[in-house]
Structures are given as structure tokens and as C-alpha cells.
């Protein structure tokens, strides 16, 4: 007689209540988990489960019934309550067969469960029969979704990821067709099969240039959300023209982050609906959601950035170098050990911003010198280590004469010594090598290259 799945539910834990004391919860199957539709006899419920998480998850994903006369003993046990001592759990299934849903019971006195097994199963068969009658379980509210989403974006490692998923939760969680995501004048990427429409728009935005685009974000941010109410003889303001001429009838448009940085989220569809203003408020949250995770991806990369990178001249440091030199291959990568010249008496003489001056001019210079793929690294105050690829030692040699080229031009000179690994040579054991040759230069007057004996 239930008119509701969830009316089905209840009336089944209703029963069931009358006649044993145990904690009696349904839940079915909603998207990734499941989902507690009805309960009784526990101070707290989970309101939703991982599909293979638990008792109820391994019977969910089985289709077998679990018998446990001691949830001590069974490593999926959940806890609900902490007097618990006996669970049993049972599939619902639909007509077909397919498990949609689980019934539990769990006891904190003894009982029979093989008893309680053959009626629970019964109560399951036709619970899923009438759910299967009302059309199946009830599918997740767009809220569930975007709840479900927002755990997505902040599980995102890219940007490039984090833009997708945020697309993908739009056109999902609004039922449009489209969403595109533009984020400080650069479109998000495409999804692995783009509709027509979204093609259509991504080469009409891209036609339109970069002032089209800062319209319809400044728009967005000057006047905030907007959405069209799928009427007739009503044209759209010129800001939304790439839009209709890619053949977008119904828009939903939010702003993304703030208004100096941030951009824009437009979900679109070729039909002329008409959405809610629930939509658009659901659109705003996934919105503030998507910012929010890409802020914490460019802050985790510029703090990486710092992390690997000298302050003072841009250039990597000690840690990639280590990394770097551990992968060098025998007697192709070479190592340059670089030093300045009378660094000691420009930071004595001048001051230490007059030092800091000289080794930015210098580490510019130096790389300018260096090949494509060449790497330079600061290890030290006045140390740097260029990683290069050479095919032979004389090689390595004339890029080392380029750097002290370079650090003439700009009034400095510079030390290096070169050294290539041997084989089944420690990367630490090289680099002392090419130190030694750096100060075998030191020795000799300065200013010079060279290269330690193979």
C-alpha cells in the first residue's frame, strides 16, 4: 500500500520494530553509496555509506547475506551503537535480481539469527518488489550531487583537473547540457566528448578574443548571477552575443573567485528552459566550491615553488640539484661547479644588497649562456652547479668558456670546474670532483675552466 519508496521503508522498519528489539536500518543504493532511507533503535545512523564500506557494504557489493553472531570478530563491522553484539544483513533485491539496497539488523541481546535470517530475507524480497513497483530508488537530490562533486574538486591534483570536474558537476547538478569554465581570460578544458553546443561555444568565445570575454566576466561580477527565463521576443544583451550566434537559448551565469583574478561559469543549453533560482544557487556554491579549490592548488604550487627554488634568484636549489644529480647518466652528464670571483670583497666593501645585486646579474647571465634543456642551480652563497648533457668531456669544456664569457660581460669573472660521472660513481663523489677542479682554478689565478681527469 506505500505510495513512496521511502513510505515502503519506513512501514518495513515499522514492522519489523514490533516484534524484536533491534536496530533496524534500510538503505539503498544512490549513486557511489548507500544511502540510509529509514531507521529505528539507534541514537545515530550513517546517513550515507561507502558502497563497500562496512557489513552492508560487503552484502551490497556480494548480494550475500552476512550472518555475524560476534561483530567483535568481523572487521567490517561498523558502530552504531556500543552494545551491539550481532548483526545480520540481507540484500534487497529488485525483480531482475539486482541488489539495490541492503536491510540490517543488529542486536545487543542474544538471539537466533538463522531464524531472523530466512524472515528478514522475506521482508527484503518484497520491499524490493514494491521499490521496484514505485519506479526504482530514489534518484539523488541535486544537492546530494553537488555534496558528492565538492569532494571531487577538493580531490583535484591539477588545475587543468580541477576546471573539468567543476564543468562536469555544472552540467550534472543543473541539467543543462553545457558548462564552460573561464578563469582569468583562459577556458577550462574540454571534456573527452564535447557536445555540439560546446564546441559551438568554445569557437565562438575563442573568435570573440579576450575583451569579449573580460565583458562577460565583468558583467558577472559587476551585477552577479544571472539566468535567462526562456521567454520569447526578449533579446540578449550584446556581452552574450558569442553565445547565441554558438546557438545558446537558455544561460546560467556565475562569477568565479574575485573580480581582479577571478572569472566565470557559464552553463548553457541549446533548449529554451527555464531555470530556477534553486539552480542558480546550487550553480553559486559549486562555483564558490571550484574557486576555493583552485586557490588551494596555485597556493600548494607556489609554496612548492618556494620550497625548490632560491629566493634571491629564481633558480632551483639544493633540493631538485640532489635529485637531479642523482639521476646523472656516466660520462654524458657533466657537472659544472661554478664560483664568483672576489664575491667576498663586493659583500665586504659594498654591502650585502650590492652582493645580492651581483649574484641576480650573474645568475641571469649564466643562464642566458646555457643551452636549451641546460639546468643552473644556486647551492651555496657565491656556489652554483650548471647539469648538462654532452656527448663528450670537450664539450662540456666550451660550455663551461661560454659562462665565463657571459660573467665578463657583465664586468664579473667566475671560476668552474667540470666533471663527468664515472661509472658506478656516487653523484656526491662527482661533484667533489668538479670542486676540486674549481679550485684547481682558484689556485691558477681565477677566471678560468677546468676539467677533472676522467
Known amino acids: 500500500?506505500?505510495?513512496?519508496?521511502?513510505?515502503?521503508?519506513?512501514?518495513?522498519?515499522?514492522?519489523?520494530?514490533?516484534?524484536?528489539?533491534?536496530?533496524?536500518?534500510?538503505?539503498?543504493?544512490?549513486?557511489?553509496?548507500?544511502?540510509?532511507?529509514?531507521?529505528t533503535g539507534a541514537w545515530q545512523v550513517f546517513a550515507?555509506?561507502?558502497?563497500?564500506?562496512?557489513?552492508?557494504?560487503?552484502?551490497?557489493?556480494?548480494?550475500?547475506?552476512?550472518?555475524?553472531?560476534?561483530?567483535?570478530?568481523d572487521p567490517d563491522y561498523l558502530p552504531v551503537r556500543p552494545d551491539v553484539t550481532a548483526e545480520l544483513c540481507v540484500p534487497v533485491?529488485?525483480?531482475?535480481?539486482?541488489?539495490?539496497?541492503?536491510?540490517?539488523?543488529?542486536?545487543?541481546?542474544?538471539?537466533?539469527?538463522?531464524?531472523w535470517r530466512e524472515t528478514t530475507q522475506r521482508l527484503a524480497d518484497r520491499l524490493g518488489a514494491r521499490i521496484a513497483a514505485l519506479g526504482g530508488p530514489p534518484e539523488e537530490s541535486r544537492s546530494e550531487k553537488l555534496l558528492r562533486h565538492a569532494a571531487a574538486l577538493s580531490a583535484a591534483l591539477t588545475e587543468a583537473e580541477l576546471m573539468g570536474a567543476a564543468a562536469g558537476a555544472a552540467r550534472e547538478v543543473?541539467?543543462?547540457?553545457?558548462?564552460?569554465?573561464?578563469?582569468?581570460?583562459?577556458?577550462?578544458p574540454p571534456p573527452a566528448t564535447p557536445s555540439d553546443l560546446e564546441t559551438r561555444i568554445r569557437a565562438e568565445l575563442t573568435e570573440a578574443?579576450?575583451?569579449?570575454?573580460?565583458?562577460?566576466?565583468?558583467r558577472a561580477h559587476r551585477y552577479g548571477a544571472g539566468y535567462t527565463l526562456g521567454e520569447a521576443g526578449h533579446p540578449p544583451t550584446e556581452d552574450y552575443r558569442p553565445l547565441t550566434r554558438a546557438g545558446v537559448q537558455t544561460l546560467v551565469a556565475v562569477p568565479v573567485g574575485p573580480p581582479e583574478a577571478g572569472g566565470v561559469l557559464l552553463v548553457a543549453d541549446e533548449r529554451a528552459l527555464r531555470p530556477d533560482p534553486t539552480t542558480v544557487s546550487l550553480m553559486e556554491l559549486l562555483a564558490g566550491q571550484a574557486w576555493t579549490n583552485l586557490d588551494r592548488l596555485r597556493t600548494l604550487a607556489r609554496l612548492r615553488e618556494q620550497a625548490s627554488s632560491d629566493p634571491l634568484t629564481g633558480l632551483r636549489h639544493t633540493g631538485p640539484f640532489g635529485q637531479r644529480i642523482a639521476a646523472a647518466t656516466p660520462g654524458r652528464t657533466a657537472l659544472l661547479a661554478i664560483d664568483v670571483d672576489g664575491f667576498k670583497t663586493v659583500n665586504d666593501t659594498y654591502g650585502h644588497q650590492a652582493g645580492d645585486r651581483v649574484l641576480v646579474g650573474l645568475a641571469r647571465a649564466l643562464e642566458e649562456a646555457l643551452r636549451h634543456g641546460d639546468e643552473l642551480y644556486r647551492i651555496g652563497g657565491d656556489e652554483f652547479v650548471a647539469v648538462i648533457e654532452v656527448s663528450r668531456p670537450e664539450e662540456a669544456v666550451r660550455i663551461a668558456e661560454r659562462l665565463t664569457e657571459a660573467a665578463r660581460r657583465i664586468g664579473r669573472t667566475i671560476s668552474v670546474g667540470v666533471a663527468l660521472p664515472r661509472p658506478g660513481e656516487t653523484p656526491d663523489r662527482t661533484l667533489r670532483r668538479a670542486d676540486q677542479a674549481l679550485y684547481a682554478v682558484k689556485r691558477q689565478g681565477r677566471d678560468g675552466v677546468h676539467l677533472s681527469a676522467a
Do not use: F, K, N
Open 174 to 188: 543543473s541539467t543543462l547540457s553545457t558548462a564552460v569554465l573561464l578563469v582569468a581570460g583562459q577556458l577550462g
Open 1 to 39: 500500500m506505500a505510495s513512496s519508496v521511502s513510505e515502503a521503508c519506513r512501514w518495513t522498519v515499522t514492522a519489523l520494530s514490533r516484534h524484536t528489539p533491534a536496530t533496524i536500518s534500510v538503505l539503498l543504493a544512490a549513486h557511489d553509496r548507500l544511502r540510509c532511507v529509514a531507521a
Open 209 to 218: 578574443g579576450p575583451a569579449a570575454l573580460a565583458r562577460m566576466v565583468d
Open 93 to 115: 533485491l529488485d525483480p531482475t535480481g539486482r541488489v539495490i539496497g541492503v536491510l540490517d539488523l543488529q542486536w545487543s541481546e542474544p538471539v537466533d539469527l538463522e531464524l
Open 48 to 73: 550515507t555509506v561507502p558502497a563497500r564500506t562496512g557489513i552492508v557494504g560487503r552484502v551490497y557489493a556480494t548480494g550475500t547475506p552476512a550472518v555475524v553472531p560476534d561483530v567483535s570478530a
